[in-house]
């Protein structure tokens, strides 16, 4: 029964290897008139030979280009899922490397060293906090790390106290959890601009609470904040003395040393507007 299944198998494979013009026959097997290897193969089966059909060499070419095409869409379709879901603010998907304008060399070269470093900044948990004045390339340094990562298929979150805030205040006691859960999950945390948020009792224990959730979870944290170094540090009102203990514990701090990137654009202009109405 098994035999005859198999027989009538292999017969209709025989029948549909197609056989194009140039295809020859040698040895009783087909061969392919463009690469000249066979298009059939001999097997020993049940005590005698069978001729089945296989790929010649062209045809296996054409087959793994059409497997890496469907890898290479599979993979970049996981990217896009990634960094929709990953980077909040949708303006920063295309803040990269390559885009960068080179104000800031010193944050941008820790932020290239950073990503090159991932697998041990993982392993070994270490996360950053880029501090320095306002429009000095901190976010944008943070997200290049962001959207490096994301390509190559880390989940990496990147939001800020301010979008967690409102979002948690939306939420009901079990979704808040959840939503905490999420962000505190992924393989790399970037919080952007801490110290910006509305200053209160109830944001200051939201951001406690990410940052001890994250610290549970023993998984990298990058930060950014306008907050001095000296601040954080020795904080003057003690209310924030365990937060920015806990964050000092669990990143390496960066000074951002750059131009002020958002009044230099305004610089600019206004040159080119003084330079229009004076046309
Ligand atoms: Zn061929």
């Given at each position: 029964m098994f035999t005859e299944i198999f027989e009538n198998a292999t017969q209709k494979c025989a029948e549909n290897n197609s056989r194009n013009e140039n295809d020859y026959e040698k040895d009783g097997l087909l061969y392919c008139g463009k690469c000249n290897t066979p298009k059939q193969s001999r097997i020993h089966v049940f005590g005698r030979y069978e001729i089945n059909p296989c790929d010649c060499r062209c045809q296996q070419e054409d087959y793994d280009k059409i497997q890496n095409i469907r890898h290479e869409q599979e993979k970049s379709l996981t990217v896009s899922i990634l960094r929709n879901s990953g980077i909040h603010n949708r303006s920063m998907h295309n803040w990269t490397f390559a885009k960068d304008n080179g104000s800031s060399p010193k944050l941008i070269n820790t932020a290239k060293r950073y990503v090159n470093g991932w697998e041990e900044m993982k392993s070994k948990n270490i996360g950053l906090?880029?501090?320095?004045?306002?429009?000095?390339g901190k976010t944008y340094a943070a997200a290049c790390i962001a959207n490096a990562l994301i390509d190559r298929g880390v989940r990496a979150i990147m939001t800020d106290f301010s979008r967690v805030i409102n979002s948690m205040q939306s939420f009901d006691t079990k979704d808040k959890n959840g939503y905490i859960d999420d962000i505190c999950g992924c393989d790399l945390l970037i919080l952007d601009d801490l110290g910006a948020e509305r200053q209160s009792d109830y944001s200051l224990q939201i951001c406690e609470q990410v940052i001890d959730e994250r610290a549970k979870n023993k998984k990298p944290l990058i930060l950014t904040t306008n907050i001095p170094l000296e601040t954080i540090k020795n904080p003057p009102d003690v209310k924030y003395a365990r937060m920015y203990s806990r964050i000092l514990e669990m990143t390496v701090p960066v000074q951002s040393a750059g131009t002020d990137n958002r009044s230099r654009t305004h610089e600019d202009n206004m040159k080119w507007a003084k330079e229009y109405f004076s046309g």
């Open positions: 906090c880029l501090f320095g004045n306002v429009g000095t």
